[in-house]
């Protein structure tokens, strides 16, 4: 009878040690009790009634990412090319997780693939290749709006990868060679448009600074010669003004006159036409000379003669 009530005792403490669920942080469990929607147990201790109750699901609430293999696509202008994407989610009901769709997995696959099909099929090859803002946005909506009746909310749609045809990609990147060319031939021509322009305003500039020095230059030298012209007539006005308060008399006149003679007379005159004046001032002084020249000649003969008495006396 003891062995018994030990092994009753036993299995009651096994059954109650199997009910006791913990639930882990960002998760819950959807419970049952025979076979039909009971509770929602968030993280903590629980307990489940024994034969009624039973854990129907287990659901993780964190944020979770699906990488689906690339989707063929066809767009509007008839090229096929492979897409993959990328779709981040998150668990908000567990309820309509657990009872709103068999496989809400695979759901959210074959929704992505289809409204990416939906989406390219508006889309040339270039709107395509250059609007991947804009399949995202559409994508996410679209998706968010349907997986709202499975408990799932769609965060962001990525489009990872767009691989369009072997030959179209060839032509892509011929293409781009091109422009790539094109834009180098572009900037080298602008460049030595700009060096030739550089070239030409520094030749321009320095020959203008050149002839700026050269017209300082000479208006320099003729603002020296000017000075040295005003000096020159001052000092002659200065002598001229000397000279007429000194009151020079006529023979003074007449020599100046003579000594300005010489030197014209320094030329290349053939003919030259001597003032009367000077004419009659010439003859005065040649008349002088003679006199001069008769006083010194009667004084050697009277030497001589005073010589010759002595030596007779002698």
Do not use: C
């Not at 180098?184 to 002839?211: C, N, P, V």
């Not at 000194?246 to 290349?268: I, M, N, Q, T, Y």
């Not at 050697?300 to 030596?311: A, D, F, L, V």
Request: proline letters at 4%; charged letters at 30%; hydrophobic letters at 45%.
């Amino acid at each position: 009878m003891e062995l018994i009530i030990i092994i009753v005792v036993i299995l009651i403490l096994l059954i109650v040690a199997l009910n006791i669920k913990i639930v882990p942080q960002a998760y819950t469990f959807v419970v049952e009790r025979l076979g039909v929607f009971y509770n929602i147990w968030g993280p903590g201790l629980h307990i489940l009634l024994p034969f009624f109750d039973k854990v129907a699901r287990k659901i993780s609430l964190k944020e979770r990412v699906m990488d689906y293999p690339p989707q063929p696509v066809i767009t509007k202008d008839n090229v096929t090319m492979q897409i993959d994407t990328v779709v981040y989610f998150q668990v908000t009901d567990p309820k309509l997780f657990s009872y709103g769709h068999d496989n809400p997995m695979l759901a959210i696959e074959k929704l992505t693939a289809t409204t990416l099909r939906n989406i390219i099929g508006d889309l040339d090859l270039d709107d395509t290749l250059t609007s991947r803002d804009l399949i995202n946005s559409k994508m996410r909506v679209i998706l968010d709006e349907v997986s709202d009746a499975w408990g799932i909310k769609v965060i962001r749609v990525e489009v990872k990868n767009i691989l369009p045809p072997a030959d179209i990609q060839s032509a892509m990147e011929k293409q781009m060679k091109a422009e790539r060319e094109k834009r180098e031939a572009i900037l080298r021509s602008e460049g030595e448009k700009m060096s030739a322009i550089l070239k030409a305003e520094g030749e321009k500039e320095a020959t203008i600074l050149r002839a700026d020095a050269v017209k300082e230059k000479r208006i320099r030298e003729a603002e020296g010669e000017s000075a040295a012209i005003l000096k020159v007539s001052q000092a002659k006005a200065k002598a001229l003004e000397l000279f007429k308060e000194a009151k020079p008399d006529e023979f003074v006149v007449a020599l100046r006159g003579l000594e300005s003679l010489e030197k014209v007379a320094d030329g290349r005159s053939t003919k030259l036409i001597i003032p009367s004046e000077i004419q009659s001032i010439a003859g005065l002084a040649s008349s002088l000379t003679n006199v001069i020249k008769e006083t010194a000649h009667n004084e050697t003969q009277q030497e001589n003669i005073n010589i010759n008495n002595e030596k007779k006396t002698k």
